[in-house]
């Protein structure tokens, strides 16, 4: 179903991240990712960092074998979710209701994870395999702690289970929610208790709880906010965030039942007022609730809601400054809502519901392949953004610019206008427009639309150059005139 993804060229923050990432290009440098505006995905993320120096190593900037280490992940971790599915399910809280059928309960729920289209913008989108690596670790960190209490020699299993969780917090900061799940995890169907999970597991919780120690480094060598990408001063800004974030979480359940449409860039997302936010918030608030009480009465089930909302809390919590619907962030959680489908309509319907998903998996597969030829170059991508959010200023730019690049320029123009008049301050809108007009030959257009760029950016060098030479060029058809 990925066939298709491996020839994808980079894309958006690829191409800071991959061409425009010097250090890369030494595995001794790739342990140091780069700092700074530029480096957003990277930054703070040595483990991720040091996988394209890998790559880089390999293929050069060739895409094939960038896309084919992120196949690998995604592959990997869907045999991760299958083992650690299938051993819970044989655990003696779930084992008198699931264990006759628990090795086809857990490879239909690995088969319909991995193949979800929903999936495939942590899979085909080079850069966000800091989700799926940062998921597969995750997954592997529970599945050593099962392993080790089922072992009658834990240690090895002990290692894994910790060193899978320090690469995990060299990956993506999301992995600060292992210790948790494993906790959790071992309160629900080892133990039985948090008190009898610290008295019987206590150092492994806590070597587990001591990567939270590295990871804190990670972030502070960002400036403490990923180089500006979250803002954890401002009040306001936390309020604001969380009622865009129920939004969110409405629409990530949503598309794990009914995947579409899927949108590559939702763009900026302004705080809603609160009346606007409830149609959103009270679904969710509504889920968490079940979650809270599902934890005490129903564990397993319980297990499932927290590790859906306890793997979103990081990115729904923290108010970002960009980025604030993204769909990869449900990588990991879309199995939680699987698991539940599956299993509760095993309890409901028997053994025959297996092959109803088992079909529906293969449609998500088709829908996959579909998806992932979207992604064939910036053009499709970007014009497939803009169709479904048509008020998107960000991917208006977007597509302007690949259409400029195909040299489709009075397409551009009509996509660079559409994004001023969305967003009339964007200055990178109005530069863009300018270059557009000064293709077009209407250099007096061009002009103004660079005037107020640098009324903005007064000292953008860029910007006055394109300034100087239109004006130029617009003295040279006068006297030829």
Not at 49 to 61: C, D, E, I, P, Q
Not at 75 to 90: C, I, M, N, S
Not at 152 to 178: D, F, H, N, S, Y
Request: glycine share 8%.
């Amino acid at each position: 179903m990925y066939a298709n993804s491996f020839q994808v060229p980079f894309v958006f923050d690829d191409l800071t991240s991959i061409p425009g990432n010097p250090t890369i290009r030494s595995l001794g440098e790739a342990w140091w990712p780069p700092k700074g505006q530029g480096a957003l995905t990277v930054a703070g993320r040595p483990w991720l960092n040091f996988t394209l120096g890998m790559n880089y190593a390999v293929s050069g900037l060739e895409v094939w074998s960038y896309h084919a280490l992120n196949f690998a992940i995604h592959l990997l971790a869907g045999l991760a979710l299958f083992g650690l599915v299938r051993r819970t399910l044989v655990r003696p809280l779930l084992a008198p209701r699931f264990e006759s059928q628990a090795l086809p309960l857990a490879l239909t729920i690995a088969v319909l994870w991995t193949l979800h289209p929903l999936q495939t913008e942590a899979v085909t989108y080079v850069i966000q395999r800091a989700e799926s690596l940062m998921g597969l670790f995750f997954l592997v960190t529970l599945y050593g702690f099962v392993r080790s209490v089922e072992s009658p020699r834990p240690r090895w299993w002990q290692v894994v289970t910790v060193a899978a969780c320090l690469l995990g917090v060299g990956t993506k900061e999301v992995a600060i929610m292992i210790p948790v799940m494993v906790l959790l995890y071992d309160r629900t169907f080892v133990s039985g208790s948090f008190r009898a999970a610290w008295r019987q597991h206590r150092w492994q919780h806590l070597s587990l709880l001591a990567t939270w120690l590295p990871l804190f480094a990670f972030v502070a060598s960002t400036g403490g906010n990923r180089s500006g990408v979250f803002h954890l001063t401002e009040g306001a800004m936390w309020v604001g965030h969380g009622l865009t974030q129920f939004e969110a979480v409405a629409r990530y359940v949503g598309l794990a039942f009914w995947p579409h449409p899927l949108v590559f860039d939702y763009g900026e997302i302004p705080p809603p007022p609160l009346a606007a936010a409830l149609p959103w918030a009270l679904p969710v608030l509504g889920l968490a609730v079940v979650t809270l009480v599902a934890l005490w009465r129903r564990p397993a089930a319980g297990f499932l809601g927290a590790w859906f909302f306890g793997i979103l809390a990081p990115t729904c919590l923290l108010p970002a400054t960009l980025q604030i619907i993204v769909e990869h962030r449900m990588y990991l959680p879309l199995a939680a809502v699987i698991t539940l489908l599956v299993t509760g309509s095993y309890l409901l319907v028997g053994r025959r519901v297996i092959i109803v998903f088992l079909a529906l998996a293969v449609g998500a597969g088709w829908l996959t392949v579909r998806r992932n030829e979207v992604y064939r170059s910036e053009l499709s991508l970007w014009g497939d953004t803009v169709t479904k959010r048509p008020d998107n200023d960000h991917a208006r730019i977007n597509y302007g610019l690949a259409l400029t690049k195909a040299e489709r320029t009075a397409e551009a123009a009509v996509q660079f206008e559409a994004a001023v008049r969305l967003q009339p301050g964007s200055l990178q809108a109005h530069n863009n427009l300018g270059n557009a007009r000064a293709l077009a030959g209407r250099y007096d257009e061009a002009i103004a639309e660079y005037e107020i760029v640098l009324r903005g950016r007064p000292n953008e060098p860029g910007v006055i150059q394109n300034l100087e030479q239109v004006r130029a060029m617009k003295r040279y058809y006068q006297q030829k005139q």
